[in-house]
């Protein structure tokens, strides 16, 4: 068995790891001046949070309690995982992060006034959790008709994951306008690029101005709340095929107050037909 030495001060333990092969991941730790119910006890939680790397200690302590009738308190619980350097896995929320060597754009939405389909789209990206894991989905949607244009899912938080949403997008319009937010994916020479070779003027959100993107936040709160959460997709593609049957379901079925209850296919379809 390879002996971790915690205390060298010349090599880190992932520095002793690799010199002897050995996995961080499957160490266990040993502390000093514990007794050996926690030394125990340590284990045992470094075992759930390998099973469950997305446990925190609240979810482990319930774990502890429930499945191995271990009476731990929460607070037990997490000086020990303190101890052991073991923490959740977790989502990080800021999605849009700023990449300040890409080129920004100025906001061009605040005086103008949304009047027919394609003159308009707004792109975001959120996440879905999917068996531990997040994934990312980017949608376009056409303002005026509140009509899903493209979409995309993938494990990847990456400009390919929107240009894919665009590519689908585009091969119903062009719009005059995109929309989004100072993220790096919509800053990046990749996506710019690609608008202005369809002469697609950019647009972007004012830094913290979640509001100024707000019709595609309206929809990720209704694809949440009525299919995501209602639903367990217990791999990628039952979760592809339920958010393509949503986003269906949106355009095609459900009707929005704010188009006097017309659904958003209704708009979208019917105005493309007056301008042929």
Known sequence: MAFIERSNDKLSVRQQCELLAVNRSKLYYQPKNETEEDIWLLNLIRDIWLK???YGY??????????YQILVNRKHVLRLMRLGNIKALYPKPRLSVLNKQHRKFPYLL???????????????ITYLKLNGRFVYLVALIDVYSR?????????????????????????????????????????????????VKFAIKVSMDGKGRCK???????????????????????????LYDGVKEYIKFYNE????????????????????????
Not at 110 to 120: C, G, L
Not at 253 to 276: D, F, G, W
Request: one cysteine or more.
């Open 52 to 54: 469950h790397p997305f």
């Open 58 to 67: 609240r979810k482990i302590t319930v774990v502890l309690r429930t499945e």
């Open 110 to 124: 605040k005086e103008i006034s949304v009047e027919y389909v394609d003159q308009v789209w707004m792109i975001d």
């Open 147 to 195: 009509y899903v244009i493209g979409w995309n899912l993938s494990f990847e938080l990456d400009t390919e994951n929107c240009l894919e949403a665009l590519k689908m997008a585009l091969g119903l319009g062009i719009p005059i306008i995109i929309n989004s937010d100072q993220g790096c994916q919509f800053t990046s020479e990749l996506w710019v690029d690609e608008l």
């Open 212 to 238: 100024d993107n707000i019709y595609i936040e309206r929809f990720w709160r209704s694809i949440k709340y009525e299919a995501i959460h209602l639903n367990e997709y217990k791999c990628f593609t039952e």
């Open 253 to 276: 079925r459900r009707p929005h107050q704010s188009l006097h209850y017309k659904t958003p296919a209704n708009i979208y379809v019917e105005m493309h037909k007056q301008s042929m």
